[in-house]
């Protein structure tokens, strides 16, 4: 992978929701160093979610220079990035953007999701794209930029990374899986007319597709200077960032399933061939692996469920935590339901808002901790009963995420999810490690033996719970489900 004796190393770059990461790895999996920077969302209004794309920028910028600081290194052998999917950047012909980026849990577009769905055809929309339109795609999105008239001189519409390694490279691209999610590339290969002209969107404003472990360009000589890197490094395509997920927690080929929580909770299971969800209840999305496609199940608000809270408490996580795994399974009676960016399956309902219920006078800070925590597994749990319905029946969970780094985060899946057996992932990078080794692809070596050979799963560890400590869970989710089926509004029935 390199020359002179040196171990081949690879720097992975990942543009979340709430922050930048950066992880720079050998090509046998060891972690050399690491940084991150985070940066602000802005939602000041209910339905809102914005960043600053230049805010983007400067986090990775700093991010990368204190991973290579860590590694002790000034070169790599090539650059991956990944990001959050879905949203919607614009950028002019000098790729500056126009104005904050609209993100995936931005719910304003419903209304142009809604309609088009019904004047295109349910069935038939779901045949063409794989998918459903949601609010947060970047379809709908434009649809409504473009109705309100902020669409200005855009000449390219991205998604999140795609605008980063733009800054890296000045080129132009995006790949198979963060296009998949724009709702705009058809379901057999490509970007579709048909589909641009249902959302009355110019098909010239969507970037060149290329695969995910190509070179998509090289590092110009002032984002060399920038960074820390020699100008020349090549930079890979890369990937969305469950699709890089998966990747860098070895889920790359049907067997397995990944249960991630972020500030959103995915499960990803891959599959050999497009089947889309009749019943629009699940993604289907391209994979960073050429030819393999996965199904997935979304919460909007998993991890930043738990975040808002601990805004809103002003206590650290760890403190929380301790005081959830005080308080027993069941959260003596108190549910959360986690809707707080809307809700997308099983209905879609953008206007569903998050809600506690069952409180009393004898409880605190510890149960209401839990009972975030326990929502947001019960979603999940939701999500895999749409799985399941497909005909998918994975029972090895691989998780990662604020779940694969916190006790309480997997005891909770453990009893949420008891059907499935979980394990984690070393070294443990997630999206930034599957970024890298799209980088280390781009360079010639073979992902798959590439994945094999870096990633390791260990089996959680998880404490023998009692009859009772299942049952009070399993009651939590059933006054989750009966409190969740009065949420439903009006843009849910309209696409359900």
């Known amino acids: 992978m390199s020359g002179g004796g ?4 690879a720097l992975g770059l990942d543009i979340g929701t709430s922050g930048a990461r ?6 046998e999996g060891c972690v050399l160093g690491e940084g991150s920077a985070d940066y602000l969302l802005f ?16 986090a990775a910028v700093s991010s990368v220079r204190a991973a290579l600081a860590s590694a002790g290194l000034e070169e790599v052998d090539g650059i991956g990035v990944t990001g959050q999917m879905h949203g919607t950047v614009l950028v002019d012909e000098r790729l500056d953007p126009l104005r904050r980026a609209l993100l995936w849990c931005d719910s304003r577009a419903a209304g142009d999701a809604a309609e088009v769905t019904r004047d295109f ?22 649809r409504w930029l473009t109705r309100a008239t902020q669409l200005g001189s855009a000449r390219w519409v991205m998604c999140a990374k795609d605008y980063v390694r733009a800054k890296l490279t000045g080129e132009v691209a995006t790949d198979p899986s963060d296009a998949s999610g724009t709702g705009l590339l058809a379901l057999d290969g490509g970007w579709s007319d048909e589909l641009a002209h ?40 890369g990937a969305a960032d469950n699709a890089a ?10 067997g397995k399933l990944l249960l991630s929580v972020g500030t959103s909770g995915t499960i990803v299971v891959p599959v050999p061939d497009p089947r889309p969800d009749e019943t629009g209840r699940c993604h289907l999305f391209r994979h960073a692996v050429p030819e393999t496609w996965y199904a997935m199940a979304v919460v909007l608000s998993a991890g930043g469920a738990l975040t808002w809270w601990q805004s809103v408490t002003g206590q650290p996580l760890d403190e929380l935590g301790s005081a959830a795994r005080a308080v027993a399974p069941g959260s003596d009676g108190v549910v959360m339901l986690p809707f707080l960016s809307g809700r997308r399956m099983p209905v879609i309902d953008p206007e569903a808002r998050a809600v506690f219920s069952g409180m009393s006078l004898s409880h605190g800070v510890g149960h209401l901790t839990r009972a975030v925590i326990e929502g947001a597994a019960f979603a999940m749990a939701e999500g895999l009963e749409c799985i399941r319905d497909l005909g998918i029946d994975e029972e090895d969970a691989v998780v990662t995420g604020a779940a694969a780094r916190h006790r309480v985060w997997l005891e909770v899946l453990a009893l949420a999810l008891p059907d499935l057996r979980l394990s984690t992932a070393s070294p443990g990078g997630g999206a930034a490690l599957g970024a890298a080794l799209l980088a ?6 073979p992902l798959d033996s590439l994945v094999r050979q870096t990633v390791v799963h260990a089996a959680v560890d998880s404490p023998q719970f009692t009859d009772a400590e299942y049952t009070a869970v399993a009651s939590g989710y059933d006054r989750y489900r009966s409190l969740a089926s009065t949420t439903s509004g009006t843009a849910a029935k309209e696409t359900s």
């Open 22 to 27: 950066a992880l720079v790895v050998t090509d």
């Open 245 to 254: 997920a998966a990747l860098g927690t070895g889920v790359i080929a049907p």
């Open 6 to 9: 040196r171990p081949g190393a």
């Open 198 to 237: 249902a959302y009355g969107i110019d098909p010239q404003l969507l970037p060149p597709v290329i695969e995910a472990a190509e070179v998509a360009g090289h590092l110009t000589r002032t984002a060399a200077t920038e960074i820390g890197l020699p100008q020349g490094t090549p930079v890979a395509t």
């Open 43 to 58: 939602a000041e209004t209910p339905g809102h979610a914005e960043q600053e794309p230049q805010d983007w920028w400067r």
């Open 440 to 445: 280390f692809a781009a360079a010639g070596a």
């Open 121 to 142: 055809g349910r069935a038939q929309i779901i045949r063409a794209a794989g998918n459903l339109p949601m609010p947060g795609f970047t379809a709908p999105q434009l």
